[in-house]
């Protein structure tokens, strides 16, 4: 069993939809959970950091942490065709410097 | 640079070849890591680096590969006698302190590597 799973879609949704992009985690001492989004044939770039439980917001984009759980999710509201990407959930335990990505989750939207 | 450089960007060598692929970071930045990324999946920890030193190299797959920092900025992960399934984006990424800290690791475009 790989420590973070991740659906790797493809989600295709119209202009304007609530997206919802999760992941499952088996490692209790991750503490440090992140999204990164990766344009094709282009490096990853964070998106949002959240530590430990709990919600953040920046714009349209809110990430959520449930750590009794163990699960992640990302909302993107008003889902624009830039948003076209693979979105890539990230943790990091306190004890180490390794940051473990998901698999993925390819998303498009359409106009 | 404004951000990571990678080079080469893309590389094509023939199986049992011997590669190198150069990484230089954002400067100022203490911590290096390499990452492997193979079509639709996830990128996958190879080794990191803070200054000159290989904190964690758990990541590497065998004694075929290899990477160094040798003056604390630039780094060269170098692959041995490649294989077809070496075949991949090796990614790089750098950060002002250790990723546990805030999470933010600044990535490079890539080496995409293809093995025949």
Known sequence: QKEVEQDPGPLSVPEGAIVSLNCTYSNSAFQYFMWYRQYSRKGPELLMYTYSSGNKEDGRFTAQVDKSSKYISLFIRDSQPSDSATYLCAMISYNTDKLIFGTGTRLQVFP | ?116
């Open chain 2, 1 to 116: 640079g404004a951000g990571v450089s990678q080079t080469p960007s893309n590389k094509v060598t023939e199986k049992g070849k011997y590669v190198e692929l150069r990484c230089d970071p954002i400067s100022g930045h203490t911590a290096l890591y390499w990452y492997r990324q193979s079509l639709g999946q996830g990128p996958e920890f190879l080794i990191y680096f803070q200054g000159t030193g290989a904190a964690d190299d758990s990541g590497l797959p065998n004694d075929r590969f290899f990477a160094v920092r040798p003056e604390g900025s630039v780094s060269t992960l170098k692959i041995q006698r490649t294989e077809r399934g070496d075949s991949a984006v090796y990614l790089c990424a750098s950060s002002q302190k250790a990723g546990g800290l805030t999470g933010e690791l600044f990535f490079g475009e890539g080496s995409r590597l293809t093995v025949l």
